[in-house]
């Protein structure tokens, strides 16, 4: 199928008991203890031997990581009170807690953005990072995970955790093995969240691309939408992602109902998938949709496979189109420009360099009459990538880049391509887009040339680790903390364009809970931190860290919020209001100061200076 990583479920241990309600952790998201393997799955040696025989055939392997809880504690007793192991020692249980490892707020009502970090999701036995037992906990066992071999991780819940805690937790990431990772941010259908893109553009992650997710559901699943609508969601992403490259979009998943419908018409799929693979991002394709597998709510949309068959439709268009991703760069790193469009047929470009991808999609029953295209093809003939298996035809372009008007027949997909031979340096990728000096990067594109030239982040040159014409290593020169430009100048002197923004961190990063009592504020001002280090803004209130929150685990007049600082450093910072307009009010007096721990989380406390 062209596939170059499996995502697999969490490998960790979970408990076994059986609740007559909520049933057995079979999905591997109830963990008993993060250090071990489950057992239903193999040891360490079976584990490793996946990876290594996945690795052996070319394939990533991606494991699912759960920092915000272990399992249920239910009222009825019937499971194991989210008990928690450290390398098979008792640790903990959420009924028996005495050093405060879990929240015990109660469950969250969705209410706010704090609400839902320190109130337990459902009845899952809620971790407090900020306790540096935790802290340290999922921070070892993620290291060890590492040190198998894997190649990605996705993290789960990131909408309920410490948005700064998991920058801390990104950079331990990062300090042992820079892998690609992705957050899970569910969002519901037309639903927009700033912090969503926030936390994407911050914490140092990816996320599972909900918008894209959505929106096509609503296109070619439930067709409460149009393609003017996934447009809309096209061009909103890619103006708010920094690196919309790096989100994972997918038509289904393990948290929502099966594509397919159960009686319905196969070849939605089949074109959500067309579109799936030539859109933006990194796709991601759930068990199973290739063989058409139905079902609602988990555990329905969770069954097993009863066969595999390798001559469905859905299995040819994944086989044609997952390839075309490796030889073709324009759906790698290319931006999407939409050439012909209304609420049934979108006919997108996507270009990057010389290479170009046009694709065409008719979602309806009827015949449409399209004129007036134009494309970045080259002129000459292109038959369908997809081999008619759409329904799809061959196509010419004239010298001025149009093509002639032609009938559009039912529920019909072309992809027609042009992969070119771009000469000088293109920059596609920067993964990370967070680390500290000496950690390593990776730039990825096209037209770098076979004979190294240079990587600059600002005006720093970074020593080069490996160089080839796709792809550059290279690692994070002694900077200060700040953001910076990073480009690529080839042997011959020719520069790429900038990718913008790339935060080097000031040091290994911990977490501190910071506290202000008596703060007074107006209705909407709100209680924000600001500090010497980049990571607290430089005394810039525009980069000033907050909103504070005062609700769950501290009360109105107390504020508090988990940020991540450099470790074993001696900071100066000040709290401020900032109100809806844009007003700033430093607090009075001197400079606090306070000297962060050199591992694990802090706190600092101190009331509003008037």
């Given amino acids: 199928m062209g596939i170059t990583a499996v995502w697999v479920s969490p490998p960790f241990e979970n408990v076994t008991s059986v609740d007559s309600d ?13 250090k071990d393997p489950n057992p239903f799955f193999g040891d360490a040696a079976a584990f490793e031997g996946l990876i290594d025989a996945a690795h052996d055939n070319g394939i990533k392997v991606v494991i699912d990581f759960v920092p915000n809880h272990t399992s249920p504690s239910t009222a009825d007793g019937e499971l194991e009170d989210g008990v928690l192991y450290d390398d098979d020692a008792y640790v903990a249980s959420y009924s028996d807690d005495p050093n405060g490892y879990f929240h015990h707020n109660g469950g969250t009502d969705y209410s706010s953005y704090e609400d839902q970090i320190y109130r337990n999701l459902y009845d899952l036995a809620d971790f407090d990072q900020q306790e540096a037992y935790v802290d340290r906990y999922l921070k070892d066992a993620v290291k060890q995970w590492l040190d198998a071999g894997i190649d990605g991780i996705r993290v789960d819940a990131v909408a309920h955790m410490p948005p700064k805690w998991q920058k801390t937790l990104m950079d331990v990431i990062y300090d042992r093995r820079p892998v690609f990772t992705f957050g899970e941010w569910f969002l519901g259908a037309d639903e927009y969240n700033r912090r969503y893109y926030d936390f994407s553009n911050d914490s140092g992650m990816s996320l599972l691309d ?41 038509i289904d998943n393990h948290d929502m109902a099966r594509f397919t419908v159960e009686g319905g018409e196969t070849v939605n799929t089949d074109m959500a998938l067309a579109v799936l693979l030539t859109s933006r991002g990194t796709p991601t394709v759930y068990y199973g949709t290739e063989q058409y597998l139905t079902g609602g709510a988990d555990p329905e949309n969770r069954k097993p496979m009863p066969a595999f068959d390798t001559s469905t439709t859905a299995y040819e268009v994944l086989s044609k189109l997952a390839p075309l991703r490796q030889s073709n760069p324009a759906l790698a790193y290319g931006g999407t420009r939409q050439r012909w469009l209304n609420g049934d047929v979108f006919v997108y470009e996507r270009e990057f360099g010389d290479n170009v991808a046009l694709v065409a999609i008719n979602r309806s029953r009827e015949w449409y009459e399209i004129t007036d295209l134009y494309t970045s093809l080259p002129p000459g003939s292109y038959a369908d990538v997809l081999d008619g298996v759409l329904d799809g035809f061959g196509t010419t372009v004239n010298g001025d880049g149009s093509i002639d008007a032609f009938s559009f027949g039912p529920q019909t997909v ?8 771009t000469s000088e340096p293109a920059l596609g990728r920067v993964g990370p887009t967070m680390g500290r000096t000496g950690h390593t990067v990776t730039i990825s594109g096209e037209g770098f040339g076979d004979v190294a030239g240079t990587v600059t982040f600002g005006s720093t040159e970074a020593e080069v680790v490996s160089w080839t014409d796709a792809r550059i290593e290279a690692t994070v020169p002694p900077l200060a903390g700040g953001y910076y430009d990073v480009t690529v100048v080839d042997a011959d002197g020719a520069q790429s364009d900038a990718f913008e923004g790339f935060e080097v961190l000031t040091a290994e990063q911990v977490s501190v809970r910071f506290v202000v009592d008596n703060a007074e504020t107006a209705i909407g001002e709100n209680v924000y931190l600001a500090g010497n280090v980049h990571e607290l803004g430089e005394w810039d209130a525009a980069r000033a860290v907050g909103p504070f929150f005062n609700q769950v685990v501290h009360e109105y007049l107390t ?21 809806g ?15 962060t721990p050199s ?6 406390v101190g009331d509003w200076r008037t």
């Fill in 581 to 595: 307009d844009g007003t700033v009010t430093w607090e009075s007096g001197s400079d606090r100061q306070y000297t």
């Fill in 599 to 604: 591992d694990s989380t802090g706190e600092y």
């Fill in 22 to 34: 909520a049933g057995t952790s079979y999905h591997g998201y109830w963990a008993r203890d993060f």
């Fill in 210 to 250: 909900f918008r894209f997710g959505q929106e096509i559901r609503q296109v070619l699943r439930d067709f409460t939408d149009d393609w003017y609508g996934f447009w809309d969601v096209l061009r909103e992403t890619a103006d708010e992602h920094d690196q919309v490259v790096d989100q994972v979009p997918f």
């Fill in 414 to 421: 072309c992809v027609w391509e042009h992969a070119g031979n």
């Fill in 559 to 579: 504020w508090y919020y988990d940020v991540n600082v450099p470790a074993g450093t001696s900071i100066e910072f000040k709290f401020v209001k900032i109100d």
